[in-house]
């Protein structure tokens, strides 16, 4: 049985169809990423997210310390709230840095790979951790 059934409980239709619907959505875009900082437990990430439907969106941001103590590791973010429902302009995330094993001085690359009805291309920008 594939299509489920039709009618009332006494006179039920099994149905042998299947309904499809095409899911067309363009994958949200993510640009113009930067990263500064304060201190390596309160970095600010600033990224661009764009999407042609205008759909919310959600990230996902990973990470790769210079000093070889991470290679795509997720990061530590100060809070998760700000990667999800995200609507298309200048996004900006906040990231524990420190709690991830970067320090100031640390040359970081900062990747983040935006999700909306399908998975968006990820884009890096290095930089170095500043105190």
Do not use: H
Request: aromatic share 6%; proline share 5%; glycine share 10%.
């Amino acid at each position: 049985m594939v299509g489920g059934v039709t009618g009332t409980m006494a006179t039920n239709t099994v149905l042998d169809t299947i309904e499809v619907f095409q899911f067309a959505n363009t994958p949200p875009s993510v640009s113009n990423v930067v990263v500064s900082s304060t201190s390596p437990a309160n970095a600010l990430i600033k990224f661009d997210l764009a999407d042609a439907e205008g759909d919310c969106s959600f990230v996902i941001v990973r990470f790769t310390n210079g000093n070889g103590s991470a290679t795509g590791a997720f990061a530590t973010l100060v809070t998760y709230q700000e990667t999800v429902n995200l609507a298309p302009g200048t996004i900006s995330i906040r990231w524990n840095a420190a709690a991830d094993g970067v320090a100031s001085g640390n040359n970081v690359t900062v990747q983040i790979i935006p999700i909306g009805g399908s998975m968006g291309g990820p884009v890096s920008s290095a930089s170095t951790m500043i105190n």
